[in-house]
Every structure is written in C-alpha cells, then in structure tokens.
C-alpha cells in the first residue's frame, strides 16, 4: 500500500465553532453565575405580584433588565445540556494534550479511547489517517491473521479488532479497504512513545470536535442569542445614564 494519503485534511473555515470552542464558553467563570438568576426571578415575581396568576397579570414592576438577564441565564441553561449531552466525553475531559498529559494516564490509555470513540461514531477515517502518519504498520506474514476469524462486522470494508494487551504494551489490528491488516502498536520502550500519543491524541480530538453536527450548530444558535440578550442589558445600563 502507498502511504500517500487518501482524505484531505483540511481546516475548515467554521473551526471556531467545534466543540473545542464550546468548552471555552462553557467554562468561563463569569458566565456560569448567570444561572442564580433563574431562582431569582420567580421569588421575585412571588413576591412582588402574586396576581399574575390569577389575574394574567404582566409584572411591570421587575425591571426590563431582571427579565433579560433572566432569558439569558435560560439560553445559557440550554447551551449547558446541549454541551454535555452531545459533545463527546473526550473532548469534555481535555482542553488539548496539555491537560491529557497531566492525567498521568498509562500509555495505553490512548489506544483505548482511540478504539471506543471510533466504534461509537464510526469513524473508520481514523484507523486509514493513523497508517498514513505512521502511527500504524502493515502486518507482516501470518501475524494478526488471529485477530479475524469473522466477517467484519463494523463497516462493509474495514474492521477493527479489540485492543490486546501484551505485558506492559498494546496492540490495535484493523482492516482496511485492502482486506490488509495493520496494527497500531503503542510500546513502552518504543523511543518515539510520546510523539505517537501525542499524534493519536490529536487525531481522535480533531474528529471529536466536529461530531454531532446538528446539535453543535443549535448551541451556537442559542450562544448567539444569549449574547444579544446580554448585549441589550449593556445598552439599556448605558441608555439610563443619559436618560
């Protein structure tokens, strides 16, 4: 097989709208707050008209910027479940390879969350881009061939077989378009160790951070109106110093 690549891997335009930059905006510190304002608001409304209910009554005594900080802490509720609902596990847990090297993680952690996040979002691209970037070998003779004893089973055209740990490394087979095996190996007296999981580590994440694409857009949709809320507070404050 050739090593020239099969895909093109592009950045995309839109980056700055993967979940990478979702956890930004998640974890702000100033942001987070806003969601008191959701139990704020109906005490105040308890207890400054108690009348709405029966008398279908508009609270005119909170003031304008009570109620959009309040539609700003809803939409923020939202983004919120959007976020840890479908922005996959991973990229919650890791801001980059920074803060997956300060886990301390065995160095095996990486093929097995490679493995995982490929069977749940199928992403068979994956396993080609690792044998391109020489992170995987083409099995040699008869070895592997113990891996698959059945039909592939994920993809008409490519299988991967479960991690096998061997002493203190680990081995990943898989099958491509080719009907050839490959395996990723990841040794722990390999020199190039930390090179590789570095490399493995950015070839899951980037994947990762474009799954879920509709949900991805609706949380941007929301963020967006969630900053023209917030924005309409900033003017009115503004409006009333000249008013």
């Not at 990943?172 to 580590?201: G, M």
Request: charged share 25%; with cysteine.
């Amino acid at each position: 097989m050739s090593k020239k690549s099969t895909y093109l891997n592009l950045v995309n335009k839109d980056y700055r709208k993967d979940w990478q930059f979702a956890m930004d905006v998640m974890k702000n510190p100033i942001v987070k707050p806003a969601t008191s304002v959701i139990f704020i608001v109906p005490i105040l409304l308890s207890i400054l008209n108690k009348e709405i209910l029966d008398g279908i009554q508009l609270p005119f005594q909170l003031p304008l910027t009570l109620w959009l900080s309040w539609i700003s802490a809803i939409l923020y509720l939202i983004a919120l479940i959007i976020y840890r609902v479908y922005c996959p596990k991973f990229v919650q847990e890791y801001r980059d390879f920074g803060q997956f090297s300060k886990r301390k993680h065995s160095h095996r952690w990486i093929v097995w969350e490679f493995y995982y996040n490929i069977i749940k979002y199928e992403t068979w691209e994956l396993l080609r881009e690792s044998f391109d970037k020489n992170i995987s070998i083409e099995a040699e003779g008869e070895e592997g061939k113990e891996y698959f004893t059945s039909k592939a089973k994920n993809n008409e055209t490519i299988d991967i077989g479960i991690p096998k740990v061997k002493g203190r490394n680990v081995l990943l087979p898989f099958k491509l378009e080719d009907n050839k095996i490959y395996l990723l190996k990841i040794s722990e007296d390999d020199i190039k160790l930390n090179e590789k999981e570095k490399e493995l580590f950015w070839i899951l994440y980037t994947s990762l951070t474009k799954q879920n694409n509709t949900a991805r857009n609706w949380f941007w949709i929301v963020i967006f109106f969630m900053i023209f809320s917030v924005s309409l507070i900033v003017i009115c404050n503004i409006a009333k110093v000249f008013i």
